[in-house]
């Protein structure tokens, strides 16, 4: 339910998707796990929540997509240009100009959940013969793949020296217990974020308060804060009351 909820929501922020969803998921899980020692070594705690959260995250990036016609991932991209090329402009007023469509998106929800019960069995059946391979074998195709496909976004050699330089410092984050995730939320987000921002600023003529005039901007604003606050807050609060010697 943890994970469905923070998929859904996070797919509804425009240009997040279910990647971004799975790994905040999966943090999140690994925050309120009593076996947080297992993560990383096939805890199915931790798989149920980022995979829920990646489920949930294509339904969210509807939202955006519908109401404003912003895509909210590579996949409602795909499906507002599909209906703009059929004469159809996504937005407030598709839900009164094309009704038909949107209760044919709901009507195909239910029919998606209801297929992936056979069709993820399925899924899970043949998974389990590939996860059964020798690391050997498995890890090189793997490792193909990711050639291939970074070469393929561009078809330039300095994307490939990227993705060396990026696996080998993600190696070493591994080998000295610093989690990989938040690097990879970074280089998803901060171009994303860096942009959003600066214009933001332009707009407010460099004033920061103008985050917190809204409601909702104000609520989110306080949020992110208390995102940013709370953790080392209460670890602090940790050891000075496991230590009072601190105090």
């Known amino acids: 339910m943890r994970g469905s909820l923070l998929g859904t929501v ?26 947080k020692a297992n993560y990383g070594k096939g805890e199915p705690e931790a798989i149920a929540g980022s995979a829920s959260a990646n489920n949930a995250a294509l339904s969210g990036s509807y939202v955006p997509a519908l109401v ?33 469509l949107v209760n044919a998106i709901y009507i195909v929800f239910v029919l998606a959940n209801l297929l992936i019960i056979p069709l993820g069995l399925a899924a899970v059946m043949g998974g389990r013969h590939v996860l059964g391979l020798r690391p050997g074998l498995l890890y090189p195709a793997i490792l193909l793949m990711c050639v291939l496909g970074t070469f393929a976004t561009n078809n330039a050699l300095f994307d490939l020296w990227t993705l060396a330089a990026i696996g080998v410092l993600v190696w070493i984050m591994e080998a000295n217990d610093y989690p990989a995730a938040p690097l990879v939320l970074g280089l998803v987000l901060g171009k994303i974020v860096e942009e959003s921002f600066m214009s933001s600023m332009i707009k407010a003529d460099g004033n920061l308060l103008t985050f917190f005039e809204r409601p909702i901007a104000g609520t989110l604003g306080v949020i992110t804060i208390l995102v940013w606050v709370l953790p080392p807050l209460l670890g602090l609060w940790r050891r000075t009351r496991s230590n009072p010697e601190l105090t």
């Open 10 to 35: 996070i797919g509804a922020l425009p240009g997040a998707g279910a990647d971004i969803a799975a790994w905040i998921a999966y943090a999140v899980s690994q925050r309120f796990s009593k076996v």
């Open 68 to 100: 404003f016609g912003i895509p909210g991932d590579s996949i409602t991209a795909i499906v507002v240009g599909v209906l703009v090329l059929k004469g159809i402009q996504p937005g407030p007023m598709v839900f009164v100009t094309s009704p038909d």
